[in-house]
């Protein structure tokens, strides 16, 4: 638990200590504050569905672009060398990388919070419970894509080979229940089961499940799993 | 104490170490010496575990490396070829990181800086970015960043390429004076430096220990020729040339002339010392010797003879 604690206090430091944590934070704020101020006037509705509909987009590519040097940059400047060679647990490693990178995510979410108590004080009969589960459901969907965006940086000591590899990936989770027409029927349940943004909408609209909570884990797990897997493998070979 | 037994690493087909084996006592300064791609730090990477061997073992002080990784890495410290490290960091930032990993916080951190700074010297540099520090002390942070645990072993990948002459002295020593209390195990293709720094050289070639002994060792070992180097006048090329028929263990090499004086390069075996045979064959021939200079076996050339095609004489 210390080791965990030591890599992501490392990470965070050097999100900080570079301009990319501000400028991600900046950006996400600008992004999501645009499109969601850009309606919130005009429709005249007390909830923060816009914003929950835009921030999985946004997401789309700036968790690939947050997560991709988690790894790559270690394996690409040699420091994954001296990391081996301590008395560090690979999922030590891993995780402290990956919650990291997911303390930035929150941040960044927790930076929209301004539009929740923009639409406390302005706006009536505020629905906190579906807030809650929207945000719930976007720190859960964050989680999952930086777990594979962690996993795409496993694989590559290139960053931008590694965003390129994330995005990809993110894409493939996040398009499939849209993809569900091209689909043969009796595979299409299990394609939708698949599908990060079909759990997400389930939790948006405040029905919060144990499905939807397992299935969000188990991306999570399972990327941190794949991701753990390929840095150990690499001894080997 | 580590001892290697029959190691052994592929990279797909290619053998890069094959079956060496090898052993280092406490408090020895061994140097590891090769050829780049003989298979010193594919070796070294293995021992310290970033590396699994394909075949074969690793002990250190009487535990395996496939067994117990992380006790054998709480002892070692290692120095990586490249020295990474993470240049956006401050020195004292990377090295408490690195000290967190190892357990060591609080007081006992700030006493293993406080060791760590003054053996290092890095007390000009200890709140700078690791960016702006020159190679020199870059250099030196990776060697505190190997010792801020105090690790019975120090394994060092090429610890003074890229230094200036200045900078390597001062490595030099410091490795030196760590080889007191330490078993330090260091790799570098820079002969004069291993033959300055270590007690005991093992060199590799092509994957196999070709040579492991003291630098008088290996040299009392080499079988290599002695080449004579004289000055002569009054010399006839004949009698130069057919040395050999007077006294056989001599050879003839080569004999350039300039001004009256020849340049003449003979050769013996290195057993035997024919310079009073020699300077007798010179009277009788009426040579004047104005100088004669045996070139005496270096660890140069034990190296170049070891690690060249067909050699392999020691």
């Known amino acids: 638990m210390l080791n965990i604690r030591t890599i992501f206090r490392r990470e965070m430091q050097s999100y900080f200590n570079s301009p990319m944590a501000y400028i991600f934070l900046v950006i996400f704020a600008v992004v999501s504050g645009y499109f969601f101020t850009n309606t919130f006037f005009l429709f005249g509705q007390s909830d923060l569905r816009v914003l929950f509909d835009i921030i999985p987009l946004v997401y789309l590519f700036f968790i690939p672009a947050v997560s991709m040097g988690l790894i790559a940059r270690e394996n690409n400047i040699g420091t994954m060398e001296t990391i081996s060679t301590l008395p560090l647990n690979t999922y030590e490693f891993v995780l402290g990388k990956f919650l990291a990178g997911f303390c930035l995510i929150l941040l960044g979410l927790a930076a929209t919070s301004i539009h929740f108590f923009t639409l406390v004080s302005v706006g009536t009969n505020v629905d906190f419970g579906a807030i809650f589960s929207g945000y719930l459901g976007l720190a859960l969907m964050g989680a999952t894509f930086t777990a594979i965006g962690t996993y795409a940086s496993s694989v590559t000591e290139n960053q931008v080979v590694a965003f390129i590899i994330g995005v990809f990936l993110v894409l493939v989770f996040y398009m499939l229940d849209k993809t569900l027409v091209f689909v043969p029927h009796s595979i299409a349940g299990m394609v939708q089961l698949l599908a990060v943004d079909y759990h997400l909408s389930n939790i948006s609209r405040g029905v919060i499940d144990s499905r939807n909570l397992i299935y969000f884990f188990s991306m999570i797990g399972f990327f941190i799993f794949l991701t753990i897997k390929t840095l150990e493998v690499r001894r080997w070979k | ?314």
């Open chain 2, 1 to 314: 104490m580590i001892k290697v037994t029959d190691l052994s690493k592929n990279y797909g087909s290619v053998e890069a170490v094959r079956s060496i084996s090898f052993e280092i006592k406490d408090g020895e300064i061994v140097g590891f010496l090769g050829a780049n791609g003989a298979g010193k730090t594919t070796t070294l990477k293995m021992m310290t575990g970033y590396l699994v061997p394909t075949t074969g073992s690793i002990e250190v002080n009487e535990m395996n490396i496939m067994n117990d990784t992380h006790e054998i890495q709480k002892q070692i410290g290692y120095l990586p070829e490249l020295n990474p490290l993470y240049s956006e960091m401050r020195v004292y930032e990377y090295l408490e990181f690195l000290a967190g990993i190892r357990k060591i916080t609080g007081r006992a951190f700030k006493d293993a800086l406080a060791r760590i700074v003054e053996q290092c010297g890095l007390q000009g540099v200890v709140h700078k970015n690791i960016s702006d520090c020159s190679k020199g002390y870059k250099q030196r942070i990776g060697l505190a960043a190997a010792m801020i645990h105090d690790p019975k072993i120090l394994i060092l990948d090429e610890p003074v390429t890229g230094l200036d002459p200045n900078q390597i002295v001062e490595i030099r020593g410091l490795i030196k004076s760590l080889g007191k209390e330490k078993l330090v195990f260091m790799s570098s293709h820079i002969l004069q430096e291993i033959q300055a720094t270590v007690d005991r050289i093992i060199i590799i070639n092509k994957g196999e220990i070709v040579a492991n002994g003291t630098s008088d060792e290996l040299m009392s070992n080499f079988k290599g020729n002695v080449l004579l180097n004289m000055e002569i006048k009054g010399a006839s090329s004949e009698s130069v040339e057919h040395i050999q028929a007077k006294l056989p263990s001599v050879k003839f090499i080569s004999m350039n002339e300039t001004n009256t004086v020849q340049q003449v390069q003979f050769e013996y075996g290195k057993d035997q010392d024919p310079r009073e045979d020699l300077f007798s064959y010179a009277v009788d021939n009426n040579w004047s010797i104005l100088k004669m200079n045996p070139h005496t076996t270096n660890l140069e050339d034990i190296f170049r003879d070891l690690t060249t095609e067909g050699g392999g004489n020691a």
